[in-house]
Each structure stands twice: as C-alpha cells, then as structure tokens.
C-alpha cells in the first residue's frame, strides 16, 4: 500500500513535468517500486540489528537479492501474465534504446560490484574508488535517460497516469504540492515498514535455520518489491512494453549501482558462495535479455528462461 501511494504520485509526477514513458518507468517508477528493498539493507547496514555481523548479512542479501530477483523472476511473471494471450512466440515491442541504455548501465556496474567482492577489507582506497564509479554511472545514466525523454514525448511515448492520484479523492487539489505530500508521506510509511522487516529477518533466519544472509538474498526482493512489480504485469496485459520493461530494468540500475556502492564501502563485501553464484546468474540473466532483445526482438519465451535461471538458483543453494 505504501509503495501504491508513491507509485501513484510519481506518476501524476511524470505527467504534470511532460516526461516520457521511458524516464517514468526507469527513474520514477523504478525507484519508487524499488523503495522498500532499498531502505532494508540501508537500515540494517546502519544500525537495523543487535549484531553487526547479521547486520551486514541482511544488508548484503538485500543489495545483491534485488537485481536478481528483478532480472530472473519478476521477467518471468511478465512472460507468464501474457502467455494466454500473445503465446510463447509472440513478440514484446518495449523501447529498443531505452531499454538497451538500462541493460548497458546495469552491467557495466554489476560487473564491478562482482570485481569488488575480491578487494581486501581493508584497501578502502580501491574500495572507496570502485564505489565512487559505480555512483557516478548512475549519475550520468539519468542523465542520458532525461535527455531522451523529449524526443520520446513528440514521438508519443509522453507519461498518463492510469488513476487520479490517491489525495485528490480525500478532496484535496491536484497540484504539485500535494503530489510531494503524497510522495512523503508513502516514504514515510515504507520507512516504517522496512524497519520491522528486518527485525523479523534476524528472528526467523535462525528458527528455519539457514543464515541471514541467505534468507535475504532469497525472500526480501521477494517480500518487498515483487508485489509493486505487479505494476509491470499490469502494464504488460495493457500492451504498454515500454514502462513494464522499464520499470524492472530501471529498478536493476537503481539497485546495481547505489545500493552496492554503499555495500562495498560499509561491509566486509566478500565472495561468499550465496553471494558468488546470485551476482552470476544475475549477470547471465541480464545479458540473455539483453542478446535477445537486440538480436531479432523479444519473445514471450525468452522470459521464460529468466525463471528457469532463478529456478536453477534456488536449487543450487538450498541444496
């Protein structure tokens, strides 16, 4: 519901400043759905638990968990949610640069955050560096992605809500005041509800016993932005490609470049062999999608290898 209010007023957001589809779905849409696994790991990684060590292991699982999460299973549900109606060969038409930019982006950060894992702890110049860069790539790709938009909106591509924004049915005005109360105000409440996430990650690790960071990586993504990623199925069934695909790819750049950069330079970040094999198949699944989506254009079926990858995850380490 909190991630609802602020979806809800990003993009009554995108529509009143004239942006596009894509920077809608891959900067607003994407961060606003990616909230709530982003303020896990921040409040674990500062101060979420009595143990610092779980702490960091909740943190890490968070960080790492979302990308794949977003690259293997959230694909997937889009495929499954069009399967009926376009069949496993039909074709999905998102915006071929947009979504190509977000790809581009995500792995080459992804690809540093994997190299990061074996700088020692205590190099934290190299450290310092790599996570320097991987804010900057973030930095310039809303850049890009912002100086695109104009183009995007002449050709047709120009963001509408699908619903009048929440605030406005309590008899307030539509303006933009109100849509940043409004935005606040869902931050406020996903704020409150990842803090209690957490605490009851550290108690239930032990109870099925496997470790923190594993149930992270595995059910966190799962818990707190699966569900707002019903925004891409529903966007996906209304043939609007562009801001399904947009909204989970742009969310793998958010969370591939700042949330790792905040990881690599708090925690002991290591090579773990849950940590390991996740970057892996994430960066597997990110550029399967991205080889098809070039290389004769995206079908139904291919999503559908993205949930195989998380399937085969899965079984790796719960083994």
């Known amino acids: 519901m909190a991630a609802e209010i602020f979806v809800n007023a990003l993009e009554h957001l995108g529509e009143k400043l004239k942006i596009s589809e894509g920077v809608t779905g891959s900067v607003f849409a994407a961060v606003g759905t990616a909230m709530p696994e982003t303020l896990v790991p921040l409040l674990a990684i500062f101060g979420g638990t009595g143990s610092v060590e779980t702490s960091h292991e909740i943190g890490v699982g968070a960080i790492l968990g979302a990308p794949l999460m ?10 499954v949610a069009v399967l009926k109606r376009r069949g496993l060969k039909g074709q999905l038409h998102p915006e071929r640069t947009g979504l190509k930019r977000d790809l ?8 540093l955050a994997f190299v990061a894992m074996f700088v020692p702890h205590d190099d934290g110049l190299v450290r310092g560096a790599i996570a320097f860069v991987m804010v900057l790539i973030y930095f310039v790709y809303v850049m890009l992605t912002l100086r695109a938009s104009a183009k995007l909106v002449e050709d047709g591509h120009g963001t509408e809500a699908e619903s009048p924004m929440l605030l406005t049915r309590l008899g307030l005005p539509q303006n933009l005041l ?6 606040a105000l869902g931050l406020g409440l996903l704020v409150a509800g990842a803090k209690g996430f957490i605490h009851g990650v550290e108690e239930a690790a032990p109870i099925i016993g ?16 699966l569900p707002e990623k019903v925004n891409s199925i529903l966007w996906i069934r209304k043939r609007k490609d562009t801001l399904a695909f947009g909204n989970i790819t742009g969310a793998m750049v958010f969370q591939g470049t700042l949330l790792p950069a905040i990881g690599i330079s708090l925690t002991p970040w290591t090579a773990q062999k849950e940590v390991l094999l996740g970057v892996s198949v994430t960066l597997i699944a990110a550029f399967w999608l991205r080889w098809v989506a070039l290389n004769g254009g995206l079908r139904v079926w291919h999503l559908f290898l993205n949930g195989a990858l998380y399937a085969a995850y899965l079984a790796a380490v719960l083994v």
């Open 70 to 79: 977003l690259s293997t299973l959230s694909l997937f549900l889009m495929g």
């Open 178 to 183: 109100f849509i940043v109360v409004q935005l």
């Open 104 to 111: 581009d982006f995500f792995l080459m950060a992804f690809v």
């Open 210 to 225: 496997i470790s923190a960071l594993l149930l992270s990586l595995m059910i966190i993504p799962v818990a707190t932005e």
